[in-house]
């Protein structure tokens, strides 16, 4: 037959989904509207934009473990100390978490000092900067931590030589100090 058949829209019976924030043990999802007639689900409350479901969940938090690289500034070439944990040299200092501490305690070699930490990025915070120990505090990323070093002052030695033949004139000396 030429007669067009009418179905009546039954209209749909839709249920609002709260979003809900992943966690660590949990994935979450956006908030979303899911019709109980037809199990379609859509982004607004007028079902006019049609979603899959799995456009609606927001992937499970991972656990992030980082990594904290210790590194020693050289000093024209040569090692000036090392940076210890718990009273061993280390390189690096995995399976950090964020907001996690570690104490490090730059040790310098004869004849050098400790000048100060540098640290790159926002990976990573420290109690103390110009301290020698410190208390490393993890961000949310990898890190490296570098212990500066510097040569320790020596003192000054001077030698004077005077030319007994030559007995008039003045002698006059001046020092510089700080440097």
Not at 18 to 31: H, R
Not at 129 to 136: C, D, H, P, S
Request: hydrophobic share 30%.
């Amino acid at each position: 037959t030429d007669k067009d058949v009418v179905i009546p829209a039954t209209g749909h019976k839709l249920k609002k989904v709260e979003a809900k924030a992943p966690t660590q043990t949990e994935e979450g999802n956006i908030e979303y509207w899911y019709c109980e007639k037809c199990d379609k689900y859509f982004s607004d409350k007028d079902a006019t934009a049609e979603i899959r479901k799995e456009d609606t969940v927001i992937p499970q938090l991972k656990e992030e473990k980082h990594t904290l690289t210790i590194a020693v500034e050289k000093v024209n070439g040569a090692v000036p100390g090392e940076v210890q944990y718990a009273g061993k040299p280390y390189e690096m200092l995995e399976g950090l978490q964020k907001g996690e501490t570690r104490e490090l305690t730059a040790v310098a070699k004869s004849g050098y000092q400790f000048k100060e930490w540098k640290i790159n990025g926002d990976g990573a915070s420290v109690s103390d900067l110009k301290k020698a120990t410190t208390t490393v505090t993890m961000g949310d990323t990898n890190a490296t931590i570098t212990a500066v070093f510097e040569k320790t002052a020596t003192p000054a030695e001077y030698k004077l030589k005077i030319d007994r033949n030559n007995t008039k004139g003045s002698i006059s000396f001046r020092t510089k100090t700080g440097n």
